[in-house]
């Protein structure tokens, strides 16, 4: 009996010496506040929070740049659908000018179309990016920006070789972490239901070493983790980069193609305002002098205009005074004044077939009545 009684306390004493040789003995608290003895564990690995993301000044200023110029395009597709050009389209007609209206209907749906196509570009610019280890593995095993500059600076993969060989050391760091968990978690159940103290130091023992591991375990994660996230953040950045290079051009040319439309259709809906057909002027002279010699029709037809002598008058081939005032393809306008044969002032439209004007030195310049007589064009005969 004694001998058996020595040697458990022999037993218990090393138990004790290879606790302390661990660094804790088996009721002691750990470093994060959970106790080894029974009734505690420590819990799983939660993320950490993330560190804040360098680039995200480059990716605001980048969207915030795309989402002006969407506003900008926003406003001339306003200007091109609420404008008032659209409203001269109507009155262009295939008969009277189809080269205007074939033009502003094109027009039209090229600068609409342009406009829609830049914004629908840049809007792909403020869509989300891929954040994820799959999508990174992806990028950094092609030709992309991420891989060149991850290839040129060591730094950015901690000193692996490549991106896939950074995510697979991490994947490989979060397997043996989880490992850990489980281990850590299987030890301090067996601490839990030791039913004596030599089970418990043994228990404890092991829950010790399973707490250093996991802690092992965290640490290597921890340092990698910083490596993943500020390269799956400068992937990111890269990827609204190259999103906002590529549709750049796009807008460019979008843009040109627009502004070239408008002027276009702003061409093709405001036709050139021309008189009528037959009244225009071919010359707009100070009045002049001259003698109104009529036909025998012009005697006839302006003789309730001018009346009876003064129309007589102006069929002799001395005619009588007038004032030519100005003339157009289809009549000069003329104003004759009282005088010895014509009794009142009259105003009136000559056409060529009641009579003509004959230049004469002689012929008396008489004020512009502000009284006169506008007589319409008789119709033919």
């Avoid at 915030?64 to 001269?88: D, E, R, Y």
């Avoid at 809906?269 to 109104?292: D, F, S």
Wanted: proline share 7%; charged share 20%; hydrophobic share 45%.
């Amino acid at each position: 009996m004694t001998d058996a009684g020595g040697g458990r306390i022999r037993f218990a004493a090393l138990l004790n010496a290879l606790a302390s040789a661990l660094g804790a003995s088996p009721d002691s608290k750990r470093k994060d506040g959970s106790s080894t003895g029974s009734g505690n564990s420590k819990s799983a690995p939660s993320p950490p929070v993330s560190p804040a993301n360098p680039y995200q000044k480059g990716v605001d200023q980048i969207r915030s740049t795309a989402t002006w110029l969407i506003a900008a395009f926003a406003a001339v597709a306003t200007v091109m659908l609420a404008g008032s050009q659209l409203s001269s389209v109507g009155k262009l007609t295939m008969a009277d000018d189809p080269l205007r209206l074939w033009t502003a209907l094109i027009a039209a749906f090229v600068a609409v179309g342009a406009t829609i196509y830049a914004i629908f570009g840049l809007t792909n610019v403020l869509a989300p990016v891929m954040a994820s280890l799959g999508a990174l593995r992806v990028e950094g095993a092609s030709e992309s920006p991420l891989a060149k500059l991850a290839a040129d600076d060591s730094g950015l993969l901690a000193g692996r070789t490549d991106v896939p060989a950074l995510l697979d050391d991490y994947e490989t760091q979060r397997k043996n972490q989880f490992s850990a968990f489980s281990d850590q978690t299987k030890a301090h159940k067996e601490l839990d239901e030791a039913i004596n103290d030599d089970a418990k130091k043994f228990a404890s023992i092991r829950s010790i070493a399973a707490d250093k591991r996991r802690d092992r375990a965290d640490a290597e994660v921890g340092v990698l983790r910083k490596t993943v996230v500020a390269l799956t953040q400068l992937s990111a950045y890269l990827q609204v980069s190259s999103r906002f290079e590529k549709e750049r051009t796009k807008v460019i040319w979008s843009g040109a193609a627009a502004a070239i439309a408008i002027i276009a259709f702003a061409w093709a809906a405001n036709p050139p305002t021309l008189p009528a057909e037959g009244a225009k002027v071919l010359l707009q002279p100070r009045p002049v002098g001259a003698q109104l010699v009529l036909t025998p029709a012009g005697v006839t037809e302006l003789s309730g205009v001018l009346g009876a002598e003064c129309a007589m008058a102006a069929g002799q081939p001395r005619g009588v005074p007038m004032i030519v005032l100005g003339a157009t393809t289809s009549a000069i306008e003329i104003v004759v004044p009282s005088g010895e044969s014509c009794a009142q002032t009259s105003r009136l439209q000559l056409e060529p077939r009641l009579g003509h004007a004959s230049p004469t030195s002689e012929a008396r310049i008489a004020p512009i009545p502000t009284t006169t007589q506008s007589v319409p064009s008789p119709g033919p005969s």
